[in-house]
């Protein structure tokens, strides 16, 4: 999608090995998130940024880390990947309260499997 | 806890049929409330946005409601086509905005 680029697209990587995965944006949008979406449970929050330095935790964060030094970047870590934690990771971008009825623009996922 | 339902959880229809998706939630504090399509094997496209202070919004042949007192919605397509075959995805934020909750989605399929 335009504005919002996730890298890499594809990764096969080994059980117990760390992985960070990169959303980038340009868009200059405050918030910024970071969801899985898996067979019978749909897209869950991961974590989500609200400005440089500012994270929370969402729905399904535990083996999780983000981190956020810049307006345009949103990294996720797993420190220690599972083969639960194969799956396809989406990132969003969204400006709420500005004023403008802005809604949540996704970029394209990561697949990431475990083995 | 927001909780967001979609029904039906699978749809097919012959071409050329109007029809509804339905999505229901359990708190109406809600910011807005967005619709995406997603193809399979694809990101989210956004469909479309309504504002909790709007009732509804239309897009060529997609026309979505928004009754927040009975908390649900509708998305109406018209004239569906095979191209309109995707899985169709309801989510909602909270009253400040950020943190965006789904559905499980309704999958359809258009039959040509």
């Known amino acids: 999608d335009a504005g919002i680029t996730q890298s890499p697209r594809h990764k096969v990587t080994e059980t117990g090995t760390p992985v960070t995965l990169r959303c980038h944006q340009t868009?200059?949008?405050?918030?910024m998130y970071w969801y899985r979406q898996d067979p019978g449970h749909g897209l869950r929050l991961i974590h989500y940024?609200?400005?440089?330095?500012?994270?929370d935790k969402g729905e399904v964060s535990d083996g999780y880390s983000v981190s956020r030094s810049k307006t345009e970047d949103f990294l996720l870590t797993l420190e220690s990947a599972t083969s639960s934690q194969t799956s396809v990771y989406f990132c969003?971008?969204?400006?709420?309260?500005?004023?403008?009825?802005?809604?949540?623009?996704f970029g394209s996922g990561t697949r990431l499997t475990v083995v | 806890k927001q909780e967001v339902t979609q029904i039906p959880a699978a749809l097919s229809v012959p071409e050329g049929e109007n029809l509804v998706l339905n999505c229901s939630f359990t708190d109406s504090a809600i910011y807005n409330l967005q619709w995406f399509r997603q193809d399979p094997g694809k990101g989210l496209t956004s469909l479309l946005l309504i504002q909790s202070s709007q009732r509804e919004q239309t897009s060529g042949r997609l026309n979505a409601s928004l009754d927040k007192s009975s908390g649900r919605s509708t998305l109406y397509i018209a004239a569906s086509q095979p191209g309109d075959s995707a899985t169709y995805l309801c989510a909602l934020t909270g009253e400040y905005g950020n943190k965006l909750v789904f559905g499980a989605g309704t999958i359809l399929r258009v039959k040509s």
């Open positions: 969003a971008i969204s400006a709420p309260g500005t004023g403008i009825p802005w809604g949540y623009t």
């Open positions: 940024s609200y400005g440089v330095k500012d994270t």
């Open positions: 868009e200059n949008h405050r918030y």
